[in-house]
């Protein structure tokens, strides 16, 4: 009787053990489980922050040239994106080089005009920088030249190509950032430049195609805006 009471306390000595190695290397990974939580929600909280305070610049530094009550022109790094306010809605004139970018013009024209509605966006002709960030006014009809409707569509015919290519010239700009005094007049020029590349290399790894031409013409068109 005393040898059995023996044995089932080493047994019970034992399991004891095990359960507290088992609580142990449980609790140990929790507190692993935290820590990871805490850095991952850091790491985010700073990459937001620096967002954040990218976004700040680039609306910053977008000019607003106000024409008329009704007419605003909006410049960023050699772009010139204008909006028109009419009672059927705000007509715009250009979108750009890319989506990024065109979202904070976007962003700005509402601001401006205290309204969303975009009735229509005209492309003025085929090259990349005017009709790069069209995807932003998906709610709008777009209208272009049957040539330029034509150039939107093959603009990424090869991509790779096309990614490899904006890479080294955002790799240049960011050299001649690192050279630059910081917030200096050319540092602005050449930030800006950057800026633009660097959404149009996100559009296309991103696959953000630019949003076609609703109504396409092949010599003149007449539209009446109120």
């Not at 089932?8 to 692993?32: S, T």
């Not at 040239?65 to 010139?80: S, V, Y």
């Amino acid at each position: 009787m005393v040898q059995n009471t023996g044995c089932i306390k080493g047994l019970c000595a034992a399991i004891g053990k095990k359960m507290m190695k088992r609580i142990f290397e449980f609790f140990n990974l929790i507190v692993f489980i935290t820590m990871m939580a805490v850095v991952i929600t850091s790491c985010n909280s700073s990459t937001s922050s620096s967002v954040n305070k990218t976004d700040e610049l680039i609306d910053s530094l977008i000019q607003i040239e106000k024409l008329t009550d009704q007419t605003i022109i909006m410049r960023f790094g050699g772009e010139a994106v204008t909006a028109i306010l009419t009672q059927e809605g705000i007509v715009v004139v250009d979108a750009g080089m890319a989506a990024g970018l065109t979202s904070h013009y976007r962003k700005l024209i509402e601001k401006e005009f205290h309204r969303n509605d975009v009735a229509m966006l005209f492309i003025t002709h085929g090259h990349h920088d005017h009709f790069g960030g069209s995807s932003v006014f998906n709610d709008a009809t777009v209208v272009a030249h049957e040539h330029c409707k034509n150039a939107m569509a093959t603009r990424w015919q090869y991509p790779e190509k096309v990614k490899s290519n904006l890479q080294k010239i955002i790799n240049e700009y960011d050299r001649n950032l690192d050279t630059l005094d910081y917030k200096s007049e050319e540092w602005f020029e050449n930030f800006e430049t950057r800026v633009r590349f660097q959404s149009a290399y996100e559009d296309i790894m991103n696959n953000r195609q630019a949003k076609l031409p609703d109504i396409t013409f092949t010599d003149t068109l007449s539209i009446k805006m109120i």
